[in-house]
């Protein structure tokens, strides 16, 4: 199924705001999350460009590490996004985004 960003977008930002009191003392990891949740909510061309910027800023390893944790984002919630849409289609009642563990 295909969705649109702002659908994505939305729902990881939804699960990020869900996600927030498991990193209450972890401020770096609260970082590198949201930093990696910013990337997996843009859309292709403004991935790259970012990536492109931290590649040259912080270096190809991290830029590395951080397209492969937006990439995992994205493809969580895209298949949450999928089951809920199914879903929809034959409602279950267990159906919630704190299930989608997008990040």
Avoid at 18 to 31: C, G, I, V
Avoid at 52 to 72: F, K
Wanted: proline residues 5%; aromatic residues 4%; charged residues 20%.
């Amino acid at each position: 199924m295909h969705h649109q960003n702002a659908e994505i977008s939305a729902a990881i930002a939804a699960t990020l705001n869900l996600r927030r009191p498991e990193y209450q003392d972890m401020p770096q990891a609260w970082r590198a999350l949201c930093e990696a949740a910013h990337v997996a909510s843009l859309p292709e061309a403004a991935r790259a460009n970012f990536l492109n910027s931290v590649t040259t800023q912080r270096g190809a390893d991290t830029a590395l590490r951080l397209r492969e944790h937006a990439a995992s984002i994205r493809a969580n919630v895209v298949r949450f996004l999928d089951r809920r849409k199914s879903e929809c289609m034959h409602p279950s009642p267990t159906a919630s985004l704190a299930g989608a563990e997008a990040c």
